[in-house]
């Protein structure tokens, strides 16, 4: 009774006041020990609500005790920071057989629903797409013990760990993978738009904006991109500049079909790196790490594509071509050029064909959207550029 008179009689300026804020808990810090410059040392830190601050993490550590923060010394200082606060290892991320299956088969049928759909108001005929699935297995998409989707840090974390994978491969693992890959890709000779359509079963395990988007999404993204932009460089270039960004966008990405084909991760995603200039050097004379960059190129050389069209499906994830100097929000933040092809010597045909292979990775980066809808475009339209 004493306490409710207390309350009745309150103040103005007390009985107005909000209430306090709970005091946020302080984070239970893990400790990681190591040895450096010839001691044992404890590092504390909290554990990463995100990938940024996984990074942050590692960089943290190594600035504190004055190590070097270069690309290989991060990672390795990252995947064991991950590791302790109880995200799988590296080894782990890039297995098939921790994947869900039920989740991974649910989220097969509901991606052909999604085509099934889209394909029905476009009145596109999906007997191929349904024979190739009949053919080869679609890719388990990641997902958590309980069968939901991964967090960003999850899923960013797992790409990181797939990317330092395929960051390892050398040139002996690249000219293997070339040669088991370098045959006929399907019986026949199927039109590029049934193959476009069967991106719609890939997703690309090392974007961390696309995430569960599909590859087909994707490529149509940037292909809307490309066709509506108002940009000064097309408008000093003529029809045919645009058009050839067009084609690029809808088939450079084709080459991630070869996870459909069974092709780990490691060497269908992420960025290349290049392992050395031959002879007289060039862009022909650039040796990069396989992915589906250099898958796509193998399957559609030859068949009459414009040169620079090929050259971006063949070096649109090659980081070294990039100017290093420019910051990049979309790069992953352990990449560092192999080699500064940026300014290399080239002949006047290559500056171009480079200069298009560097206006197309603005388009392939910056029109990125996270989404399940796979736009409604002009098939017409379409069919008649491939």
């Known amino acids: 009774a004493f306490a409710a008179d207390l309350l009745r009689n309150l ?14 808990a302080e984070p239970t810090l893990l400790e990681v020990e190591f040895s450096a410059h010839g001691e ?17 993490n590692g960089r943290d550590l190594l600035a504190a005790n004055n190590l070097s923060a270069k690309a290989a010394g991060l990672s390795k ?49 999906l007997g191929f797409v349904d024979a190739a699935l009949r053919r080869w297995r679609p890719p388990r998409m990641r997902f958590s013990e309980d069968g939901t989707r991964l967090t960003d840090l999850e899923r960013n974390w797992q790409g990181y760990a797939v990317c330092l994978t395929h960051g390892a491969q050398d040139a002996e693992t690249s000219a293997r993978l070339v040669e088991k890959w370098n045959r006929t890709m399907f019986g026949g ?14 997703t690309d395990r090392s974007d961390a904006v696309l995430g569960y988007t599909s590859q087909l999404v994707h490529a149509l993204q940037v292909y809307a991109a490309v066709s509506n932009v108002t940009d000064i460089i097309f408008d000093e270039r003529d029809a045919q500049y645009r058009r050839d960004m067009r084609l690029a966008a809808l088939i450079h990405d084709l080459g991630k079909l070869l996870s459909l084909f069974g092709e780990a991760d490691a060497h269908v995603d992420c960025t290349n790196s290049a392992l050395g200039v031959d002879g007289d050097g060039g862009l022909d004379a650039i040796r990069a790490q396989f992915n589906h960059d250099e898958y796509g190129y193998l399957k559609l050389r030859g068949l009459g594509l414009p040169r620079r069209v090929e050259l971006v ?16 929000d979309f790069a992953m933040p352990w990449l560092q050029p192999a080699m500064n092809l940026y300014d290399m010597d080239l002949n006047p045909a290559d500056e171009r064909a480079h200069a298009f292979i560097l206006h197309f990775s603005h388009y392939d980066q910056k029109a990125k959207r996270a989404t399940d809808y796979i736009p409604d475009v002009d098939l017409v339209e379409i069919e008649a550029l491939l």
Do not use: K, Y
């Open 313 to 328: 499906i063949r070096f649109h994830s090659l980081f070294d071509l990039r100017n290093a100097t420019v910051p990049d």
């Open 11 to 24: 103040p103005p300026w007390a009985a107005d006041a909000p209430p306090m804020p709970p005091v946020p």
């Open 77 to 125: 200082v990252v995947a064991h920071l991950a590791e302790l606060q109880g995200l799988p290892s590296v080894e782990q991320c890039v297995r098939d057989d921790l994947i869900p299956p039920f989740a991974a088969r649910a989220f097969e049928r509901r991606r052909r629903e999604e085509l099934g759909r889209w394909a029905n108001n476009q009145g596109l005929d």
């Open 40 to 56: 044992a040392r404890v590092h504390r830190f909290a554990p990463a609500g995100d990938f940024d601050t996984l990074i942050a």
């Open 189 to 202: 000779r199927p039109r590029v738009l049934d193959l476009l359509t069967l991106l719609h079963f890939t």
